[in-house]
Every structure is written in structure tokens, then in C-alpha cells.
């Protein structure tokens, strides 16, 4: 364990010294901030178009975070050689992956806490009431981003920058695509076509599960039994993930 908090602890160091993090925090609090003009111009409607941009912002931002720093955590350290140096101390291939991915998540925690906040105190400026809804969509969005943080990790233990930052976009496109890939093909003619599509169905992670923006912008509260399933399945998938890619870099030839 203390291994992997040593990993952990060295890429959150060499990540939060990346300028793109505070760029992007940036180019969220003016989303937010724009989010509440755009309000202003709307009779009626400014509390939900606050927080349906907000959250919007929030979300996007986390995504790119996941996908773009989470692709060099394994690559930057084989281009510039420094993997054979930590693989030589004391720590496993398996150790490095999870410390990795630990050391990510806690950027991403940080920085969803801290748009998170600018976000509240907009709504509040703003004269809108806080609803218990939004802290929901934020916990979901959390979930969402470490699911895809894992994707983006396992593509990189095996494949180049820009193709694990293809598929890994692909995927989360999919992803929230899911529902309307299995409406298409019960609809389908072609049994080929079926079959493909209902197996993507199946095996590609349901992103649109914990996507609760919408409801939350309008201040609408989802069970708690849904909002309890829609984070175990999230963790559940991310975790499945993380040990595929341990079980391949485990076995990648240096």
C-alpha cells in the first residue's frame, strides 16, 4: 500500500505543476459565469439554464481532464525511459498502475471540488436557490469521470497517445449512446446488424446511467436507491477496467 501511495503522491505532484489543469478550471468558472448572462436573457428561465450550464462545464472539463492527462500517465513514462528506473525500485508493475490511477483521481476530486464550488457560490450570487439535486449530479459526475479515467488508462498500458485518446473518446461517446443503439436494433431488419449492435450494448459502460444534469437542473431530486445502483455500477466497471489494464501491462515486453 505504501508503495502505491508513493506513486500516487509523485504523479499528483507532477500533474498539478501541469498548466493545462488551471486552464481548464479557468475556462470552467467563465462557462459558469457565462452561464448566468446567458440566464439573464431568459424570462423564467435563468435558475435552470444556470445550472444546466453549470454542471455542463463541470462535467466537460472533468471528462477532458480524465482523457487527455490520463492517456500520458503511462505513456510519458516510457517515452522519457523513467519506467525502467521505477520498476527497478521496489514496486510492481500492478502497484504502479494502481498508484497511477490514484494519484489521477485525486486531481480530479480536487478540481470537481473546486468548480464545484464556484459553481454554488454562482447559483447564489445569482439570487437561485441551491437544490440537494445538483449535489447529486456532482457525485455522478465524479463516478462518471474516474470511469472514464480507467478507460483511458487501460488504452495507454497498450497503445499510442492519439489512439488511446481516440477510443477513449469513442467510448465515451458510445457510452452515452448506449440506450439509443439497443432502440435501433430491436428496430432492425438485419440480424447481423442486431447482434452487433445489442453486444455493444451490453458490453460498452452506460454513461447515460449517471447522467442526472437535466433533472438537476430543474431541481429535481432521483431515488436514492438509483443514485445508489448508478455509483456501484460506475465503481464496479471502473474497477474491472483498472485490473484488465494491470493484467496487461503486467504482461508488456519493455
Given at each position: ?22 486552464n ?52 510519458k ?5 523513467t519506467?525502467?528506473?521505477?520498476l527497478?525500485?521496489?514496486i ?15 486531481i480530479?476530486?480536487?478540481n ?112 436514492a ?30
Amino acid at each position: 500500500m505504501r508503495a502505491i501511495l508513493v506513486v500516487a503522491g509523485n504523479t499528483y505532484r507532477e500533474t498539478i505543476r501541469d498548466k493545462i489543469l488551471y486552464n481548464l478550471v479557468l475556462f470552467a468558472i467563465l462557462l459558469i459565469g457565462t452561464s448566468v448572462l446567458l440566464g439573464t436573457l431568459t424570462i423564467g428561465e435563468q435558475s435552470r439554464i444556470v445550472n444546466d450550464l453549470g454542471l455542463a462545464a463541470i462535467n466537460l472539463v472533468a471528462v477532458i481532464i480524465a482523457i487527455f492527462v490520463g492517456i500520458g500517465l503511462v505513456t510519458k513514462e516510457m517515452e522519457r525511459r523513467t519506467i525502467y528506473t521505477i520498476l527497478a525500485r521496489p514496486i510492481t508493475r500492478v502497484q504502479f498502475i494502481l498508484g497511477k490511477y490514484l494519484g489521477l483521481g485525486f486531481i480530479i476530486v480536487v478540481n470537481i471540488a473546486i468548480m464545484f464550488a464556484m459553481f454554488l457560490a454562482t447559483v447564489w450570487l445569482s439570487g437561485n436557490a441551491i437544490h440537494r439535486s445538483l449535489f447529486q449530479a456532482v457525485e455522478l459526475i465524479l463516478v462518471e469521470t474516474l470511469l472514464v479515467m480507467a478507460i483511458a488508462l487501460f488504452f495507454s498500458t497498450f497503445s499510442s497517445p492519439i489512439l488511446s485518446a481516440t477510443m477513449t473518446l469513442g467510448l465515451y461517446v458510445i457510452g452515452h449512446l448506449t440506450s439509443d443503439l439497443k432502440a435501433i436494433a430491436d428496430k432492425s431488419q438485419s440480424q447481423l446488424t442486431e447482434v452487433v449492435l445489442t453486444t455493444v450494448y451490453y458490453v460498452c459502460p452506460n454513461l447515460e446511467f449517471m447522467n442526472v444534469k437535466g433533472q438537476a437542473a430543474s431541481g429535481v431530486l432521483v431515488e436514492a436507491v438509483y443514485q445508489m445502483t448508478a455509483t456501484a455500477y460506475g465503481l464496479l466497471y471502473a474497477g474491472l477496467i483498472l485490473t484488465g489494464a494491470c493484467l496487461i501491462f503486467q504482461r508488456r515486453d519493455f
